[in-house]
């Protein structure tokens, strides 16, 4: 049984940084592809970061270069390290993981089968 449970949302100031942290465990399968994604209140679901069994990574424009997804296997835990939040990322942070190809985020947005509780990150200005 594929169980995600996210860890290490709160609410912070605009410019600084968060860590999201999703313990994973039931799938063994080296092809999957994990990620997270996002909602805001009213807003669509958003693809953030995903990370491929290779280690290869891909992000949302509007996160690119201020998130950064990684993954310790040894640990079975993913992580997003968010720099330089702005107002714009508030949302409840998900992470959610199946076999997806291509392993990016919106195609992990839109094809999951499995997600966690979700983390609320809120940025004040």
């Known amino acids: 049984q594929v169980q995600l449970a996210e860890s290490g949302g709160g609410s912070v100031q605009a410019g600084e940084s968060l860590r999201l942290t999703c313990a994973t465990s039931?799938?063994?399968?080296?092809?999957?592809?994990e990620g997270w994604f996002r909602q805001a209140p009213g807003k669509e679901r958003e693809g953030v970061a995903a990370?491929?069994?290779?280690?290869?990574?891909t992000y949302a424009d509007s996160v690119k270069g201020r998130f950064t997804i990684s993954k310790d296997d040894t640990k079975r835990t993913l992580f997003l390290q968010m720099d330089s939040l702005e107002t714009e990322d508030t949302a409840m942070y998900y992470c959610?993981?199946?076999?997806?190809?291509?392993?990016?985020?919106?195609?992990?947005?839109?094809?999951?089968?499995?997600w966690g509780q979700g983390q609320q990150v809120t940025v004040s200005s």
């Open positions: 959610a993981v199946d076999r997806v190809i291509p392993c990016d985020p919106v195609a992990l947005t839109l094809n999951h089968n499995y």
């Open positions: 990370i491929a069994n290779d280690g290869s990574t």
């Open positions: 039931g799938y063994t399968d080296t092809n999957f592809c």
